[in-house]
């Protein structure tokens, strides 16, 4: 399908752009846009399955709450690439009552025998991100969703479903069987390698046969059946500290690749935590989003902040607001790495970072001709950047707002599914940095051992350790204008999550362009000192030769995220939902 962008832009600009815009005529979507419009409510999910197990519970009776809990079993079931019991996650909510903004921390935890040097090999260097540092049992991290999800059901569920009740959906899919989506065709194809090296995993995602399963093939779970099946019988102890913590220990210890370290006593204490919410400013509109172990938060509130200093309004979509996006990115992308971890084991210097004081003092360095070069500590990232991870955008009737952004990690995470229980591990801990000192290391370490006593003076934030939670760039969002909700937003795409959130944000309240519009225009990031973009960014040649000659450089990428977003319509008692062109999930309204 093709997106009609600029006709859109111009009807819906304020402004007349004189300015070459840096966007073809023409968008190519990789599938077509799902949009709905609705005065009661809306969910928008990565999946149709998923969207219309949230609209089931609603109908039932059961809030926003209930409803992202039940569309997250039914995305464990169709998208099990991307998020499940087997992961963790960040859950942002507006209470509609009491007006509150809460956010939930449900990221994973290394296990207590982790330890600073644990991806390095025995020359000191880090092990290859890919396939190497994120298959096995190594990466697994203690999963969170479950106790996630169970906490925030006590704390603002509607009351009216238990929280056993909200399997159901996600049962009978898993019994039953469900299509393979062109995505999980496209994930089981591109991780074949990986996911082959596991009996378990070769189980569930290949024929009898050996071959892997296509696009329309019925995939059937029975185990995961059975585990959700217990877990609703038995509560989530079941989980994490009775038959299925057991196999799951067992699958991490005994892995054939890269055995990890977790233990039943890491699962048993694991809790997911409240923390409060990361608030920001933008042009008059109040952002409440996630904060550490997210990088997320902070990360979009400082290029929202450098931006701020700017008009780009007036200079609409053209080289020169790409060139101040790109350097706020990257100047934001510097201080992640500098100061963004676990804030549990890390002073982390917050105030400053979301000022506009110390964002004034970063504009001004932005030249406009030429580009500012960073020796940013190096990002190492996955560029698996749809299938990974999954955002539930929700409104329910009462008003009440979820933004939830769920993740295993890479595609398909450790590539590991737990035995007889259906399930895949996440290869969490492979958001540590691996190298986790500033300067370097060096050393031999035994093979197969961790040195704990082998820690650098000069540890970064993000450096692996015990009982941490490794940095995150999942970005849920709920944004207010006047009081009143404004957008409600998040997508996959590792630290991509960044640019592609912050690029709805500006494409919406800077560029007034319609949701539909703001989520398919080609993206761009710069998370080091080149700029990823999408392939359709770099059709305006004109522009981007205007670029190159302040001196960026360009590195194709495949499209990358998949948001879901909600945003208020100006007469605040309509809203429009948008599932990202680039996914095929779905968005549907009441
Ligand atoms: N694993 C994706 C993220 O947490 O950012």
């Not at 815009?21 to 990565?46: G, H, W």
């Not at 201080?335 to 004081?357: M, Q, T, V, Y």
Request: glycine share 10%; aromatic share 8%.
């Amino acid at each position: 399908m093709t997106f009609p962008f600029r006709k859109i832009f111009f009807a819906s600009s304020l402004l007349v752009f004189t300015l070459p815009a840096l966007v073809s005529s023409e968008v190519e979507l990789v599938d077509p846009v799902s949009i709905d419009r609705a005065a009661n409510a809306m969910v928008v999910t990565a999946d149709p399955y998923a969207t219309e197990a949230a609209l089931e519970i609603l109908e039932a009776g059961g809030n926003a709450v209930d409803a992202a809990i039940a569309a997250q079993w039914v995305l464990n079931v169709v998208e099990p690439e991307s998020s499940g019991i087997g992961g963790g996650g960040f859950f942002v909510y507006y209470d509609s009552k009491s007006k509150a903004i809460v956010t939930f921390d449900g990221r994973e935890k290394a296990p207590a025998r982790a330890a600073p040097k644990m991806f390095l090999d025995e020359e000191g260097n880090p092990l290859p991100f890919y396939p190497d540092r994120i298959t096995g049992g190594l990466p697994v991290g203690v999963p969170g969703t479950l106790k996630l999800l169970k906490r925030v059901h006590e704390r603002f569920g509607s009351g009216n479903l238990r929280f056993e009740k909200l399997f159901a959906p996600a049962i009978e899919l898993a019994e039953e069987g469900v299509p393979v989506s062109k995505r999980l065709a496209e994930a089981i194809q591109e991780e074949e390698g990986r996911l082959r090296q596991f009996e378990a995993s070769r189980k569930i995602f290949f024929h009898p046969d050996g071959s892997p399963l296509r696009k329309d093939d019925i995939l059937v779970q029975k185990d995961l059946a059975r585990t959700f099946t217990k877990i609703a019988g038995e509560g989530i102890g079941a989980f994490y500290e009775g038959e299925i913590a057991r196999a799951l220990v067992n699958t991490v210890k005994y892995a054939p690749v890269r055995p990890g370290f977790l233990e039943r006593t890491d699962l048993a204490f694991y809790e997911a935590v409240e923390r409060d919410a990361l608030h920001g400013t933008y042009r008059g509109h109040d952002i409440f989003t996630m904060g550490p172990p997210s990088s997320g938060g902070v990360a979009l509130i400082e290029i929202l902040n450098i931006l701020e200093n700017f008009s780009l309004i007036f200079y609409g979509p053209t080289p020169d607001s790409f060139h101040l996006a790109i350097e706020a990115q990257k100047m934001a992308f510097d201080d992640r790495a500098r100061h963004l971890g676990d804030p549990d084991f890390n002073k982390i210097p917050l105030k400053k970072l979301l000022s506009k004081d110390y964002a004034r003092k970063k504009a001004q360095s932005i030249k406009f001709e030429e580009v500012k070069e960073m020796d940013s500590p190096a990002e190492e990232a996955s560029l698996s950047a749809l299938g990974n991870t999954s955002h539930i955008s929700i409104r329910d009737s009462a008003g009440n707002l979820v933004s939830y952004t769920t993740t295993i990690e890479h595609v398909f995470g450790s590539a590991m599914v737990v035995d007889g229980w259906g399930f895949v591990l996440n290869n969490e801990l492979t958001d540590f940095d691996a190298e986790p000192g500033f300067e370097g290391l060096s050393g031999v370490m035994p093979k197969g051992h961790v040195l704990a006593s082998a820690v650098p003076k000069t540890l970064k934030p993000n450096a692996p350790g015990p009982e941490k939670r490794p940095r995150s760039s999942m970005c849920p969002v709920i944004i207010f204008k006047n009081g009143q909700p404004f957008l409600i937003a998040g997508s996959p795409g590792g630290s991509l999550i960044i640019p592609v959130v912050q690029e709805i944000v500006t494409n919406l309240i800077d560029f007034r362009l319609p949701l539909e519009a703001a989520l398919s225009v080609p993206r761009f990031a710069a998370r080091g000192s080149a700029v990823e973009v999408e392939s359709d960014f770099l059709k305006d040649s004109g522009a981007i030769d205007n670029l190159k000659r302040r001196g960026h450089r360009f590195v194709l990428r495949k499209p990358f995220g998949n948001a879901q977003a909600i945003a208020y319509e100006k007469n605040g008692g309509t809203f429009v939902g948008v599932s990202d062109p680039r996914g095929d999930g779905s968005a549907k309204g009441t």
